[in-house]
């Protein structure tokens, strides 16, 4: 954005992004919960929107906030669907560990 | 000063990313998750995206996280019962809270004498925006802009989520209804 007195570096929020989706990774591998697990994969989707963003104002374009316009319906689609198996697998399994849930394991 | 606000808020948005993973309770990640989505529409409205910042509270913090609540509540996983003396102190917190959020929104609404009249072909965030001081009217067409980008160039793709959608619709009622012979 010009015009702007002082802007702050697209690094940092480059950076930022890429901690975020460090701490969305380590909860996926760390919690075991499918509930956790499953905010943790929307922190690293915000993460890269986060890029996407940053990116676009890099670039004086508005095609990466268009993108980020869409990874967000397809989030949401995901989250109704991912949250439906979790109530579907907790209804059969009574629990919402996923070591309880790898019935699937060939 | 937009590098001070960049600085707290990612430090929030970093602290309570942490927290959520860390938490054993899937409430409180829950809600630290909503924590770090405000964070990010900061975060957005400082990169100028002001109709993104408007989209991640409505379906993120909004839609999405109250869906998720839902979900948390009525598989009932574990719930801690609230302490009593943490509440005695939450309740002037929060009443405090409350008191000098109305008070900064007076101040904030009395303070701006530069608003006349809507600028034509304007909507919501750029006003909102202007009333932060950060935007002239170079800016006032850019939620129009995107709308233009992802109505012409990216019209295709935007057809083709109403069809995603429609499926997510369709798939999480057929997964989630209950069924007499489900073990």
Not at chain 1, 49 to 71: P, Y
């Amino acid at each position: 954005m010009p015009g702007f007195p002082e802007v702050v570096p697209t690094e940092a929020y480059l950076g930022l992004s890429a901690v975020l989706f460090g701490i969305g990774a380590l909860g996926v591998v760390l919690r075991k919960s499918a509930l956790t697990m499953f905010m943790s994969i929307e922190l690293m989707l915000n993460a890269v929107n986060l890029s996407l963003v940053a990116f676009g104002r890099q670039f004086g374009r508005l095609d990466g906030q268009v993108i980020v316009f869409f990874v967000m319906a397809v989030a949401a689609a995901e989250v109704a669907v991912g949250l439906a198996i979790i109530v579907d697998i907790y209804r059969s399994r009574r629990s919402v560990d996923i070591d309880d849930a790898s019935w699937l394991r060939g | 000063m937009e590098f001070l606000i960049f600085s707290a808020v990612a430090a929030i948005a970093i602290a309570a990313g942490l927290l959520m993973v860390l938490q054993r309770n899937a409430m409180y990640s829950a809600l630290f998750l909503v924590v770090v989505f405000f964070c990010l529409a900061v975060i957005y409205i400082l990169l100028g995206a002001y109709f993104l910042a408007v989209v991640q509270v409505a379906v993120y913090a909004g839609a999405i996280m109250v869906l998720m609540l839902f979900v948390i509540m009525l598989l009932n996983v574990a719930w801690p019962e609230p302490d009593d003396r943490v509440l005695g102190l939450l309740r002037p917190l929060g009443a405090t809270a409350a008191v000098t959020f109305a008070m900064l929104m007076a101040w904030a609404l009395a303070g701006t004498p530069g608003l006349p009249s809507p600028l034509p072909g304007t909507s919501l965030p750029v006003g909102a925006a202007m009333t932060l001081g950060r935007v002239g009217e170079a800016q006032a067409g850019h939620v129009q802009e995107v709308a233009v980008t992802l109505f012409s160039k990216y019209l295709l793709p935007f057809e083709l989520v109403s069809i995603l959608l429609l499926a997510a619709i369709l798939g999480a009622s057929v997964l989630a209804r209950k069924r007499p012979d489900h073990a």
